[in-house]
């Protein structure tokens, strides 16, 4: 499918979830039909996912933490999949920089730090060092809830 400028805009309107598929097709001028047709089709061709996120801080015992994970190993795409797979991770991107890969990970008091590097990186071989970086306060970070 092509993206056009139209399911752009469509995308946009939904980073709130609970926008009706009429709200939206009343604001860009189009039938609420080809509203849910283009999402309907952004969601088969896997472009877009809609899914509810939480705010990590209004979660009682949770925080999120940044890791930096520097490899032995140039094969970035596939360790960032065996990542991505991981409990705790939210997201994995391969950045340029320092580190090969960039994990948004999502603790609790039972799953911290120490397990998540002792139990789930652990895992992991190639890996050359890890550095993180607690969030102590986030702005626009919302996540899927997923322990």
Do not use: W
């Amino acid at each position: 499918m092509k993206i056009d400028e139209t399911s752009i805009a469509i995308c946009k309107h939904l980073r709130d979830g609970r926008k009706s598929f009429k709200k939206i097709a009343d604001e860009l001028n189009v039938s609420e039909n080809t509203v849910r047709a283009r999402v309907n089709k952004l969601v088969e061709e896997g472009i877009l996912d809609i899914a509810g996120l939480v705010d990590p801080e209004a979660i009682p015992g949770h925080h999120t933490a940044l890791i930096g994970v520097k490899l032995d190993t140039m094969e970035l795409v596939a360790k960032g999949k065996e990542f991505a797979n991981l409990k705790g991770v939210v997201s994995v991107s391969v950045v340029t920089g320092r580190f090969d890969l960039i994990l948004i990970v999502l603790l609790k008091e039972e799953f911290g730090l120490l397990e998540f590097f002792t139990q789930e990186v652990s895992k992991i071989e190639q890996v050359q060092s890890v550095e993180s970086f607690v969030v102590y306060k986030g702005y626009n970070l919302k996540v899927p809830y997923i322990l």
